[in-house]
């Protein structure tokens, strides 16, 4: 897998959280700690886009 691909894939993985973290909020049974797990999953890998794209 080169760079490029492994970055897009990232960005998916972030959409994907993204929605999840959206979802979550409105769910009533979901606890604000696994919102916040949610929540630093999808920083980790914004910040890994960023350092990839650095590179790039």
């Known amino acids: 897998m080169n760079l490029s ?8 993985k ?6 999840a973290v959206e979802t979550a909020q409105r769910s009533p049974s979901v606890s604000s700690l696994e919102i916040a797990q949610l929540k ?10 960023s350092r990839l794209d650095s590179v790039q």
């Not at 972030?14 to 929605?19: E, G, T």
């Not at 630093?40 to 886009?49: D, S």
Request: proline share 0%.
């Open 5 to 12: 691909s492994h970055v897009e894939e990232l960005k998916k």
């Open 14 to 19: 972030h959409a994907s959280l993204s929605a």
């Open 40 to 49: 630093k999953q999808k920083l980790r890998l914004k910040e890994e886009i």
